[in-house]
């Protein structure tokens, strides 16, 4: 059973193949997946994500099934052994051996919840459809992973640079009125590590990436002096909310992180999305040529098609 | 027209004709519903039902339009005659005739509101579709039935047993929190009178079966021992809220009727699910080889790919 | 580029081919739309739209992929410039160029606040998705126009006349709980003068349509006697709100307005739905053969088809 959870469970030449293969398949229409049906399991909101799945699996001729939890679907308990007396109606035991006996394969996107952070590490929930379900599991963004959108910044690397390795890139930590997760951060520092690049994570003190990614991440370079941004070929923007006041957001003193062309430098600019203009991210940077997340974003689709049918060998 | 909304409708042979379809097309993929649509319309949250039906209807080789309401879909109202001044912006009668239009079948699910017993009663959601829609109409569990659900767990005791006639089961009530419908316990009664089990009702004082499923189910044995269970083939949980104190919870007084390995016995142990685990059944019926609840979950898909196939002719 | 955001923008000519396709391809199935997926993009809710949209994807062989804003989907930003410090989480700047990647075509849903009149009379909304999205847009009822549902009414009246040219309709204003949005009107009104019907607002004091509209209807006639209605041969009803006490119900003193056969004489009544029974329309009127609402819906998918057909080339 091969599931698609976290990069570092494979080899940069399994990895390497992806992107290979994204490439060569480019707006490739197939049958691959005729008669089959992908579940797509939502705990939290989604635009790409959603978007790109439904329409990477309709590519491929098969048909997906979107569920929300919470809104439509039942909520989902992951405790085990737990006294289910409370706001979860159904066990993620029962929904994913259920959900395995519909589907070919199943994708989740759940985030952290935010508020302990020794269960947050654990990734729980999409550990919790790991261990029970019995089809492959994709991972749309964990409390620790996001790999899918780490593969779609690899591929868009590429191909801006024609390679991965030896490209300077900045993981760079930015503003924003709340705590966020770090999942995004820490698959593309883990990923561009893999790849080659050259890493720095330049953010404010106390702003640091969780000890298991850490190390994952070799001898990355760390700063805290945004004019590091200059010298890179890549700058990644992205907030991360902090492991010490877990939860907490960031003291409005850090406005000054937000990204502007001025910070920015010569350097191709890269984000997951959604972002807050003006707030992580300056309007001159979103609209100058620089801006390479609409690129990053249709990778999204290029990567899963990929992804989707190496799990499905 | 041909609706299915409550296995009382057809006779044994219909049902049986269905099983046996079921079995003999398992996994079978086809194009009986190319270029056609059935709108899925949910008045209420689902798992089961929501993947199972649209992965039936796409292995069919159909489109499913999946509509909440009252989330992204307009409210409706069922009363006749209602001058509509609330909180419901469009009539049944409307948007069943509209539906119609539409889709080549409609599959609704509608709990009862569980505030108006007598209103209840009538079943009048899927009652009103059945009345304006001019086209199929599938239940997909309403205030009084859940047909998919018995078919299904009709389905799973045939598979276990070679057959249903004689096969010793118990509808033994469960606790849970809430006050649930009796939709899923009057369906599973009806349909396995029908399919000739020995039935037996096993719950507390008081917590009784409406008159109008009672008058179906012949002389159905009644019990408020949990003793009876261990006599079973068959021990079917399921919890049901009191007609007499409609809508309101249980007493904790019996949380003792939680179903545990010491209480089963030697039975098969069946659920609709979702269920609220070490609530209504404890984590040891769950993990244990007793337990055909996946099994039932994953035969909703195999019977509702012959029951919309038997509704469209 | 071509976007289908008003009928205004297209010559009579090009309204009257789709009327034509329309008919002649009623029931069609196709696979036009092989290998292409749609965006369905609602701020708001639906029943008809959403319904008719994705059955009219699916007829065409294309993937309908259906976003809720707010509901699985982030809060979308539309105003230029914006500190997104607030409950926005991305721009449609953003989201309408990231929706381009992916999709093929992207229709939208977007009602107005009805609290900034100066605002909504800009429709920023459709208009932000027309500036920034590199694919076909389809208005799916913005703040100013619901075009398909105009090009739906004029379908219902060829087939009820046999033409348009000369056809007597009157829009009536009707009673409504909610101050409602005028773009149904609007676009209605506006369509009925493209395809030369002979055009009488019927409404209260004080209940005019945007300036901008009106300068588009000629020498439309305005009367605020009900007893207009008898002497048509269409009375289209549709509540909207006061453009001077802007975003505010109605008057109770306006219940009267409410349409019943006796106000209604021997006319075709037309509504767009969804509609509140026995608040503006009365049941005598909607459970009579003079009601077209069902074929009005019905003729969304019918027009629809063609309008895709029309946009994607």
């Given at each position: ?7 570092g ?6 990895l390497?193949?992806?992107?290979h ?10 049958n ?36 929300e939890v919470g ?11 737990a006294?289910m ?5 159904e ?6 051996r ?18 302990n ?14 261990k029970?379900?019995s ?12 790999p ?6 690899m ?9 991965t ?40 003190e ?26 890179q070929?890549?700058?990644y923007?992205?907030?991360w ?5 877990y ?7 850090l406005?000054?992180?937000?990204i502007?062309?001025d910070?920015?430098g ?5 984000h ?7 707030v ?7 609209d100058?040529?620089?801006?390479a997340?609409?690129?990053?974003a ?15 060998g």
């Amino acid at each position: 059973m091969k599931h698609f959870i976290h990069t570092g469970e494979f080899s940069r030449s399994e990895l390497e193949t992806l992107l290979h293969n994204a490439i060569a398949n480019k707006g490739l229409r197939s049958n691959v997946l005729a008669g089959k049906s992908i579940g797509l399991l939502f705990f939290n909101s989604s635009l790409r994500t959603r978007s790109s799945f439904e329409v990477a699996i309709a590519q491929l001729g098969g048909h997906p099934v979107t569920l929300e939890v919470g809104s439509g679907v039942w909520n989902l308990e992951f405790r085990e052994g737990a006294v289910m007396n409370a706001d979860k109606s159904e066990h993620i035991k029962d929904a994913a051996r259920v959900l395995s006996r519909y589907f070919d394969a199943l994708c989740v996107r759940s985030f952290p919840g935010l508020k302990n952070l020794a269960e947050d590490m654990q990734d729980p929930i999409v550990e919790a459809f790991r261990k029970y379900a019995s089809i492959p599991v994709i991972n749309m963004e964990s409390a620790l992973y996001h790999p899918c959108q780490a593969m779609a910044d690899m591929l868009t690397i590429r191909e801006r640079f024609g390679k991965t390795e030896g490209v300077k890139v900045a993981l760079s930590w930015a503003y924003h009125i709340k705590a966020l997760p770090t999942s995004v951060a820490n698959s593309f520092a883990v990923a561009a590590h893999q790849f080659g690049c050259d890493v720095t994570i330049v953010a404010p003190e106390g702003y640091v990436l969780p000890a298991a990614v850490m190390n994952q991440l070799g001898n990355v370079k760390l700063s805290h002096d945004l004019n590091e941004l200059k010298k890179q070929d890549v700058v990644y923007a992205k907030s991360w909310g902090s492991l010490e006041n877990y939860g907490v957001p960031a003291p409005e003193s850090l406005k000054s992180w937000m990204i502007d062309l001025d910070k920015l430098g010569p350097a191709t600019f890269m984000h997951c999305m959604p972002l807050r203009r003006n707030v992580e991210i300056a309007d001159d940077v979103m609209d100058s040529g620089q801006n390479a997340c609409y690129d990053q974003a249709e990778n999204r689709l290029h990567v899963q098609k990929e992804i989707i049918r190496m799990v499905m060998g």
